[in-house]
């Protein structure tokens, strides 16, 4: 049997040109990447954009544009399944109060899951491809800087 694991990821970029992104730890794993998360059985894939940021960050998203679709073969690090990741490009349309960090992996309290996650804002030209730490966002890093959607205030 063949399992397929499709996640759905958003690149927010803010009006100051800072990108968001995820430090987090489970499973004794740890890495960085966009905010998002897995498709649920029923859901397309906006719908289960817009709950994984509303999860995760409290932001409700709106869906600007799309970047890229995983067009190689990823083996996920947690199990034997195939990812194929989207990303998109959003941005926040309400007012959040989200607690940003300014140091990797500067995790301040645990989730009920025992999943470890807090958020940085990098400036634009300051996000390098290997502060990612998956292939996937690090081709959607690419994508994203060749066509980059400037936010519209």
Request: negative net charge.
């Amino acid at each position: 049997m063949f399992l397929f694991n499709v996640r759905v990821y958003g690149i927010l970029l803010n009006e100051n040109n800072e990108v968001l992104i995820s430090d987090e730890r489970t499973e004794n794993v740890s890495f960085t990447k966009f905010p998002g998360g897995g498709l649920e059985y029923g859901e397309g894939l906006i719908d289960a954009l817009k709950r994984e940021y509303m999860e995760e960050t409290g932001m409700e998203v709106e869906v600007l544009k799309h970047i890229y679709t995983t067009d190689f073969y990823e083996k996920s690090s947690f199990n034997e399944s195939q990812i194929i990741s989207i990303y998109y490009q959003v941005k926040c349309i309400n007012k959040v109060n989200l607690k940003i960090t300014t140091r990797t992996f500067d995790f301040t309290e645990k989730s009920l899951e025992g999943k470890l996650q807090a958020f940085r804002l990098i400036p634009l030209h300051q996000l390098q491809e290997n502060d990612l730490t998956f292939k996937t966002d690090q081709a959607a890093w690419r994508e994203f800087l060749k066509s980059i959607v400037k936010i519209q205030e």
